[in-house]
């Protein structure tokens, strides 16, 4: 099954809306539940607070000053949910739900997308950034590596977006993904690119092999799931197989880049006893160097 529950968590700001965008568009294409999470981190209420920024700023806070901070950031939240929600009777989705939480940003996301499908969160891509910000933010990253449940880091507008960008490795967790990525393609009507990255031309006819395994896995989940869900789902009647010569990693990050695609990379659905091992070292080093969106997928 495609994704049923999707969460945004949104801010306000520029990235978020772009994330926001991506929410409604795939849960008016997949028919999917969708929730906006707004949060609350007390921490900058302790910052204003401090005595260090009242002295540099100038500013003298009352002795309710905490209270009234906190007042006036969750009539914030109340607005930006708000528009939301507005937002998505233009969009025609119906059954919107809409949470504010208290606590650490990254923390409190992940708490809430455990129990959905798909987290959607805003990052501006590397273009946007200054030269000191090099990577993937440090809170998009976080929710990427730390969720045991599918996460799209949204960094391009959804019409710059060209095409679904598929990673394949011949890993069981890459057929999964694949069969995913096609299905998404087929309700987001957009044209899936396969594509394998081999490190030098001496590995192009094993590689090739691997297309082919890929292309008779398609073929087989295709059978398999309109045999059981006879209710005229469709897939795609073309997908193209693509070997790039190079390093997987940086190739696949540019390549996304130049043809604008929403890059797929599958991920064990469970976290591992070896943390650092959680995506692996291609798929961590994607996420955190990727200049467009990507959707890290664990299947369930």
Known sequence: MLFENIIVPIDGSDSSRIAADYGFWFASALK???????????????????????????IKMPLDGAEKLLRAQKRIALLTLDLFKKQSVEHSIGNVQTCIDIGPVANSILKRAAKHDLTIVGHHGRSQQNEAEHATGSVARRIAIDNTRSVLIASQPIQELGHILMAYDGSATADSALVMAERLAVSLRKELKVVHVAPNKQQFPKAKVLMQRAATHLNKAATAYTSAFDNGKQFLDKVTFIVREGQPADTLIEFARVTNGLLVIGSNGSRPRSHKDFLGKTSAYIVRKMETSVLVFRPE
């Open 32 to 58: 999917a539940k969708l929730t906006a999470q707004n949060v609350i981190d007390p921490r900058m209420t302790d910052l204003l607070l401090a005595p260090e920024f009242a002295e540099e700023t100038g």
